[in-house]
């Protein structure tokens, strides 16, 4: 089996015992996620930039994170696809702040919104491992973000987000495919590499 089929079909299992999660979880997991996140930002003196995403479909909820940041005095932002296959730009945003239909049922700041460059991405994901790789929807605009930052020298710290049953064995990574730094949930914060900041 290709690796590009082991991963549709990994990707299929992991929306069904997401749907699985979803059903049993706590209506405060978007809460205790936010404390995480905010517990494990503050620790980075340096950070004052930070990129989420609006959740889509049964994703973790989100939006407490962006406002707990936010509240916290950090300048938040959401991606922005540009071109397919290429790496992601990102916008100043807030809650309240005008959104636009993106593609991939993604909501993003106006073309008006301040580009960012961020500190800290926040990732969603399908499915990850205690390694620091995550199962993506795979379009590869993260892995292609964060390997263009890496390419540029640029310092940025990579958190993946989601539940923790989320995990797995193993993800089966592609050449590509980028490792986390951290791993956040609702229950807990995962350490993968010692970002220095």
């Not at 923790?164 to 956040?184: A, C, G, H, S, Y």
């Amino acid at each position: 089996m290709s690796l590009a089929e082991n991963k549709r079909l990994l990707r299929r299992a992991a929306l069904k015992k997401r749907n699985e999660i979803v059903s049993k979880a706590s209506s405060e997991s978007g809460d205790h996620l936010a404390a995480h996140i905010v517990q494990l930002v503050k620790t980075f003196t340096k950070v004052n930039t930070v990129s989420g995403f609006l959740s889509i479909g049964n994703e973790i909820e989100t939006l407490p994170s962006l406002n707990a940041l936010a509240d916290a005095g950090y300048q938040t932002c959401l991606p922005v696809v540009l071109e397919k296959e290429c790496p992601l730009g990102f916008r100043a945003w807030t809650d309240g702040d005008p959104l636009e239909r993106g593609p991939l049922k993604t909501l993003h700041p106006i073309p008006d919104a301040p580009d960012i460059i961020p500190d800290i991405l926040l990732v969603p994901l399908l499915a990850y491992d205690r390694r620091g790789y995550r199962l993506g929807w795979g379009g590869g605009f993260y892995d292609r973000t964060l390997g263009a930052y890496q390419t540029e020298g640029r310092s940025v710290i990579a958190i993946g987000i989601g539940y923790d049953d989320q995990k797995i064995d193993q993800v089966p990574p592609d050449t590509f495919d980028m490792v986390m730094d951290w791993i956040v949930t609702e229950k807990k914060i995962i350490q993968i590499t010692k970002a220095e900041f």
